[in-house]
């Protein structure tokens, strides 16, 4: 539906909407469906945010710094078409719709207005001032009051905010579903010459069958009768007469029994009044006066009943337990109906029309059974039929229209009171009915000869104005299985995951993700199943539901023909798709492979790795060096080498290739084999060049300055030279490919030279006077002064002043205060039992001071913790387990003999028995063990255990297992 006024009439607020599942069928008109036909669509937003305008502030408007003026009044008109269907006391509607209402009710139109007193509303009909009368009350509240409708109230209603203004139109339902019009309006139309009779759907004509320019002036100029004749044919479909309820209103005075239940269940089936979207109805309307002059009756018949069945459904719903109360009441139902049944014309199209009773001229009385909703009968599964030449099928299955079909029957029998009215569509358009495709007195459609025109989805429609129900059937054509196919082949060695269609060669990248589908039409839905030659499909080889088959991470097992088989009843389809994996040479530096090779040739070769932009090396003359390609690829590239653009032949040209062309040796390199080597690695999927330039360039040893000396005075100084590692044109290098180069003689060169400044001198801390409680200690500070030559001489404390402050010499020590472990008296020999006459007793050990205060055990760790337990002797420990003999065993032979015997703990001295904690010390022998586990003899029925007089007494021997052990007691039973 359209989105509802925004929230806030100023800012930021929401705006709701309606959504409902809809087919757009023939002629425009859109056709209703249930809720799970649009399952598979996304859900349209239900709810959004909306800006009106900003609001206001302080009366000024900030953005142009001038007066902020406010909106003027906004009535709150509701676009809804009222339809009364029974009587009632008083209704209540908003202004800005048209209420088709019956007589003698009252009625109440509100005037919902914004920003705009409602005393200050105004009131007019048909243009004209209103004010209150003897029926009419025009109130200060804003809304007006009709006390029992009478003609002279048709008209138009308009309520008047200032200069906002908007209408509420009543028209009054008479007698045969006429409208009857206002005094008023017959005496205009006599002025005017046009014939005050009321408007009948019933006339030779229907409104929107234009007979001449008389009867579409008539129908459709004025804008207030619109909807008159959509009205007035919902009524007759319907059901509902003035008549009818007239009748029941007679009835209810005379018979109150029946008032109690049967009306109530009236009341909540049948709503007291319609309400319809007045955007409905002219979506109606217009699809209408579309149609041909031939069809508009027939179309107009059809898109009501489904504006009912609409209608009727959101009804049927919201009444459904009240339902089930009325059909058990019992007694005569007050509500008359019209019945209808569909014929068809010279024309082939249906047509919906009365059906009366031969006893009397009035519409036909609802029987004595209690109302109920229609239901279309489904007896059997929604399997699909095709096996014979004349298919009978009930609404709601899938038919197949085989090359040997003849004939198709439809079958829709519903059930309800009163009886539904059944219609029918095809992909939600009118059915066209011919000699070829027809009704049958039973309602049944059947099709002649089908065909491929005759393919789509048929619904049988049963309605009644309790209720709808539907249901839909599938007819196609069968046919054989059809492989959607790929016309190329496909070579993607760079994409790490693709789909493709089978039936084609492809060509992937190793380790690739690779799906293959399988997409296949035909009827019955094929089955699918996919197949490896000479091979199984692979663990990594996954299926889905929808027929294709996953590869992931593809590797070379998974290389192969792959063949996806379709199957049904009409015959088989075949389609293969072979799958070669390739992987082109790539460059791996960190080839852990080859540097193990690399490794291998020994520590007296240099070792170099080729590479995609190209290594450069320096080299030694003389050096040994051993030049690896790493690469890798699938299938394994072949490698070829390279010196300065000449092919490296094997045993021939420099160097020796070694490790299946991965690795060229050259043992003692001189300057006329410097230059550039390259490998080639190249497979099916490509090629790679890999480069190394080689450079013979001498290393040696320079003395680059000295070290900084080694002491700032004394006579111990020395700067050392420092050495440098470097090529031919000066560039210095790492040092160890200078190693093996002849040193430069070093000589160390004395450095500072001179007497040291006097400092201060201290010797180490003696031990501590006191081991706790604080103790002294001291040590010697002195002024001393190292020479030039070497020597430590005293001075006295002055010559140390500008050193610094004189470090102390002597401190306190040791303030922790003393402490010592502590233990109380042991405690009674009365823990638990440890042994034969051994028991356990506890004592507390804590750490404290000279003054009995308690310190942290930290306090106390130099000094060797005392034990806190210790065993002991205890007549109470003089215990141990004592066994009786074992029972008799419960079975002489089979799986359940079992014995038991009395195991106690025992006081060795009493003999009288003791706790059974007290002889936890020792491992506490088994009282139950199995006994005489052998085979018992087949022929001997016998009981094999002393329990079974019980067995039979508790009736077990019905259980298998009590029936096997005690067979002689229940072989009688």
């Known amino acids: 539906s359209e989105w509802s006024q925004c929230s806030a009439t100023c800012g930021e607020g929401t705006q709701r909407r309606d959504v409902v599942c809809k087919k757009m069928g023939h002629g425009g008109i859109s056709v209703s469906l249930n809720a799970s036909d649009c399952s598979s669509l996304s859900r349209p937003l239900l709810l959004r945010a909306c800006f009106v305008m900003p609001c206001a502030i302080a009366g000024v408007n900030r953005k142009e710094n001038k007066p902020f003026h406010r909106q003027g009044p906004h009535i709150l008109g509701l676009r809804k078409i009222y339809v009364q269907l029974r009587k009632e006391r008083k209704l209540q509607f908003n202004i800005g719709g048209q209420a088709y209402l019956l007589p003698k009710t009252s009625v109440l139109i509100r005037c919902p207005v914004r920003r705009f007193r409602k005393s200050m509303i105004i009131?007019?009909?048909?243009?004209?001032?209103?004010?209150?009368?003897?029926?009419?009350?025009?109130?200060?509240?804003?809304?007006?009051?009709?006390?029992?409708?009478?003609?002279?109230?048709?008209?138009?209603?308009?309520?008047?905010?200032?200069?906002?203004?908007?209408?509420?139109?009543?028209?009054?339902?008479?007698?045969?579903?006429?409208?009857?019009?206002?005094?008023?309006?017959?005496?205009?139309?006599?002025?005017?010459?046009?014939?005050?009779?009321?408007?009948?759907?019933?006339?030779?004509?229907?409104?929107?069958?234009?007979?001449?320019?008389?009867?579409?002036?008539?129908?459709?100029?004025?804008?207030?009768?619109?909807?008159?004749?959509?009205?007035?044919?919902?009524?007759?479909?319907?059901?509902?007469?003035?008549?009818?309820?007239?009748?029941?209103?007679?009835?209810?005075?005379?018979?109150?029994?029946?008032?109690?239940?049967?009306?109530?269940?009236?009341?909540?089936?049948?709503?007291?009044?319609?309400?319809?979207?007045?955007?409905?109805?002219?979506?109606?309307?217009?699809a209408i006066s579309r149609q041909n002059d031939n069809l508009k009756d027939t179309y107009a018949t059809h898109v009501i009943a489904q504006l009912i069945a609409e209608i009727s459904k959101a009804q049927s719903n919201a009444n459904e337990s009240k339902l089930k109360l009325s059909e058990r009441s019992k007694g005569a139902s007050s509500v008359e109906f019209l019945y209808h049944k569909i014929t068809t014309d010279d024309h082939g199209l249906s047509k919906l029309?009365?059906?009366?009773?031969?006893?009397?001229?009035?519409?036909?009385?609802?029987?004595?059974?209690?109302?109920?909703?229609?239901?279309?009968?489904?007896?059997?599964?929604?399997?699909?039929?095709?096996?014979?030449?004349?298919?009978?099928?009930?609404?709601?299955?899938?038919?197949?229209?085989?090359?040997?079909?003849r004939s198709l029957t439809l079958s829709c029998e519903a059930e309800g009171n009163p009886k539904p009215l059944i219609s029918w569509t095809k992909n939600g358009q009118l059915l066209k009915y011919s000699q070829r495709v027809k009704i049958l007195p039973d309602q049944a459609l059947q099709i002649l000869d089908p065909n491929e025109s005759?393919?789509?989805?048929?619904?049988?429609?049963?309605?009644?104005?309790?209720?709808?129900?539907?249901?839909?059937?599938?007819?196609?054509?069968?046919?054989?299985?059809?492989?959607?196919?790929?016309?190329?082949?496909?070579?993607?060695?760079?994409?790490?995951?693709?789909?493709?269609?089978?039936?084609?060669?492809?060509?992937?990248?190793?380790?690739?993700?690779?799906?293959?589908?399988?997409?296949?039409?035909?009827?019955?839905?094929?089955?699918?199943?996919?197949?490896k030659e000479q091979?199984?499909?692979?663990?990594?080889?996954?299926?889905?539901?929808?027929?294709?088959?996953?590869?992931?991470?593809?590797?070379?097992?998974?290389?192969?023909?792959?063949?996806?088989?379709?199957?049904?009843?009409?015959?088989?389809?075949?389609?293969?798709?072979?799958?070669?994996?390739?992987?082109?040479?790539?460059?791996?530096?960190?080839?852990?492979?080859?540097?193990?090779?690399?490794?291998?040739?020994?520590?007296?070769?240099?070792?170099?790795?080729?590479?995609?932009?190209?290594?450069?090396?320096?080299?030694?003359?003389?050096?040994?060096?051993?030049?690896?390609?790493?690469v890798k690829g699938f299938p394994k590239p072949?490698?070829?080498?390279?010196?300065?653009?000449?092919?490296?032949?094997?045993?021939?040209?420099?160097?020796?290739?070694?490790?299946?062309?991965?690795?060229?040796?050259?043992?003692?390199?001189?300057?006329?084999?410097?230059?550039?080597?390259?490998?080639?690695?190249?497979?099916?999927?490509?090629?790679?060049?890999?480069?190394?330039?080689?450079?013979?360039?001498?290393?040696?040893?320079?003395?680059?300055?000295?070290?900084?000396?080694?002491?700032?005075?004394?006579?111990?100084?020395?700067?050392?030279?420092?050495?440098?590692?470097?090529?031919?044109?000066?560039?210095?290098?790492?040092?160890?490919?200078c190693k093996g180069k002849i040193h430069p003689d070093l000589q160390p060169i004395e450095c500072n030279i001179r007497d040291c400044s006097p400092r201060w001198t201290v010797t180490s801390w003696p031990p501590c006077s006191q081991l706790c409680g604080g103790g002294a200690r001291k040590r010697r500070v002195s002024c001393q002064q190292v020479t030039a030559r070497g020597m430590l001489i005293d001075l006295s404390?002055?010559?140390?002043?500008?050193?610094?402050?004189?470090?102390?010499?002597?401190?306190?020590?040791?303030?922790?205060?003393?402490?010592?472990?502590?233990?109380?008296?042991?405690?009674?020999?009365?823990?638990?039992?440890?042994?034969?006459?051994?028991?356990?007793?506890?004592?507390?050990?804590?750490c404290q001071a000279q003054n009995s205060t308690s310190l942290p055990s930290q306090q106390c760790s130099s000094s060797t913790r005392p034990v806190s337990t210790r065993n002991c002797t205890s007549d109470v420990c003089t215990v141990q387990w004592?066994?009786?003999?074992?029972?008799?065993?419960?079975?002489?032979?089979?799986?359940?003999?079992?014995?038991?015997?009395r195991v106690d703990c025992v006081h060795l001295r009493t003999n009288r028995q003791a706790r059974e904690q007290l002889c936890l010390w020792k491992h506490r022998p088994v009282n139950w063990q199995r006994c005489n586990i052998i085979p018992c003899e087949k022929s001997e029925c016998r009981d094999t255990t002393r329990y079974c007089v019980m067995v039979k007494r508790l009736r077990l021997c019905l259980l298998p297992q009590y029936k096997l052990r005690c067979c002689e007691s229940c072989s009688g039973i």
């Open 797 to 846: 404390p002055g010559f140390c002043a500008q050193s610094g402050k004189k470090p102390p010499d002597s401190q306190t020590c040791d303030k922790q205060l003393c402490s010592q472990w502590v233990t109380s008296n042991w405690s009674q020999c009365n823990g638990p039992c440890v042994g034969l006459r051994w028991g356990v007793q506890y004592r507390q050990v804590i």
């Open 882 to 901: 004592r066994s009786s003999s074992w029972t008799p065993c419960t079975s002489s032979c089979g799986n359940y003999g079992f014995q038991s015997r």
């Open 638 to 737: 072949g490698i070829s080498w390279s010196y300065n653009g000449k092919p490296i032949n094997t045993g021939l040209g420099p160097g020796q290739v070694l490790a299946l062309q991965q690795i060229l040796q050259i043992p003692n390199i001189t300057e006329e084999l410097q230059g550039d080597y390259s490998c080639r690695a190249q497979n099916e999927a490509g090629a790679l060049t890999l480069k190394v330039t080689v450079e013979i360039t001498e290393y040696k040893w320079v003395i680059g300055g000295l070290l900084p000396c080694s002491a700032p005075c004394g006579n111990k100084g020395l700067k050392l030279p420092k050495l440098k590692c470097l090529l031919d044109n000066g560039t210095e290098v790492d040092k160890s490919l």
């Open 123 to 286: 009131w007019e009909k048909d243009g004209k001032p209103l004010s209150s009368s003897t029926h009419v009350t025009v109130t200060h509240f804003g809304y007006i009051k009709i006390n029992q409708l009478k003609p002279v109230n048709v008209g138009t209603y308009t309520c008047v905010a200032g200069p906002a203004r908007d209408n509420f139109v009543i028209k009054i339902i008479g007698s045969n579903n006429k409208l009857v019009e206002s005094p008023s309006s017959n005496r205009q139309e006599e002025t005017s010459g046009i014939s005050n009779e009321a408007l009948s759907p019933n006339d030779k004509h229907a409104p929107w069958v234009r007979r001449n320019r008389t009867d579409k002036s008539r129908f459709f100029v004025h804008p207030l009768a619109q909807y008159d004749g959509i009205i007035l044919k919902l009524l007759e479909i319907k059901g509902w007469s003035q008549e009818s309820l007239d009748s029941r209103e007679s009835q209810e005075s005379t018979e109150n029994y029946f008032v109690s239940v049967e009306d109530a269940s009236v009341e909540t089936i049948v709503p007291l009044t319609l309400v319809i979207d007045q955007e409905r109805l002219d979506e109606i309307s217009g």
């Open 353 to 405: 029309s009365s059906v009366e009773q031969s006893s009397s001229k009035g519409p036909i009385r609802a029987s004595t059974e209690p109302l109920k909703a229609p239901v279309i009968r489904q007896k059997s599964n929604g399997k699909m039929l095709a096996s014979l030449t004349e298919v009978i099928a009930e609404v709601g299955r899938t038919v197949l229209l085989a090359s040997w079909t």
């Open 535 to 630: 091979a199984p499909l692979g663990a990594n080889v996954h299926l889905f539901q929808d027929g294709s088959l996953s590869i992931i991470k593809a590797n070379p097992a998974n290389q192969g023909l792959y063949s996806c088989v379709v199957l049904n009843t009409q015959g088989q389809a075949t389609a293969a798709t072979n799958l070669i994996l390739h992987d082109p040479p790539r460059a791996f530096p960190e080839f852990k492979d080859l540097m193990l090779k690399l490794a291998v040739a020994g520590y007296d070769f240099r070792a170099v790795l080729a590479s995609s932009p190209g290594t450069k090396e320096l080299l030694s003359l003389g050096s040994n060096v051993l030049i690896g390609c790493p």
């Open 454 to 531: 005759d393919v789509g989805v048929y619904n049988c429609t049963a309605t009644s104005p309790v209720g709808l129900d539907s249901r839909s059937s599938k007819v196609v054509v069968a046919g054989k299985p059809v492989i959607k196919m790929s016309k190329h082949d496909l070579v993607n060695i760079n994409s790490t995951s693709f789909i493709v269609d089978v039936g084609s060669v492809v060509i992937a990248r190793l380790g690739a993700n690779i799906t293959i589908k399988c997409q296949v039409s035909g009827i019955p839905k094929p089955s699918i199943s996919w197949t």
